[in-house]
């Protein structure tokens, strides 16, 4: 990749990124690297590093420094910017997005948010001990979730396969 890989900081999302993540994701462009080659580096998965290098997952002093020799970063930059006292603003904000791949994940969300609500609340929902079920009202995790991005060949056309594996936390009740 060209020594000269520069991110348009002027443009969304990157616009919205403090300047530090602007320089991991320069740094990636420049070593030609991709999130899979760096999260097998640093001992992480290629989403979780994505994240992290989108401002949505923190890394920790570990990850600094071997982030810092992959991509030939000094450490006391990386720390000075995403060091303990930086966390995550997490989310995209209250405007819907406009990129198309985003915006086609939030329009999943908005077609199939209640049935795939309705389907959590159904397959988890807790079997009494005469084997009635009972209604199954929680949540999936984002923060135990596991996301996967893969790519299937098909006669049509390649698909794209995401899954979301998190975990299942019931509702309290009092």
Known sequence: ???????????APFSALPSIHTLLLEAKAKKGLTFDAI??????????VASAFYGQAKFNAEDLQKLSEVLDLPHAELTAGLGEHW?????????VPTDPV???LYEGIMVYGHPIKALI????????????????????SMIDCYVK??????????????TFDGKFLPYAKW
Request: hydrophobic share 30%; proline share 6%; glycine share 10%.
């Open 1 to 11: 990749m060209s020594q000269s890989a520069s991110i348009p900081t002027n443009s």
């Open 39 to 48: 999260g097998k580096a640093i001992g992480k998965d290629e989403v979780w």
């Open 87 to 95: 966390f995550p603003y997490r989310g995209l904000g209250s405007a």
């Open 102 to 104: 985003v915006y086609r």
């Open 121 to 140: 609340n159904e397959k988890c929902s807790e079997l009494t001990s005469t084997n009635e079920s009972q209604f199954g009202d929680g949540i999936m």
């Open 149 to 162: 991005v893969d790519k299937k060949p098909d006669p049509k056309g390649d698909r794209v396969v995401l």
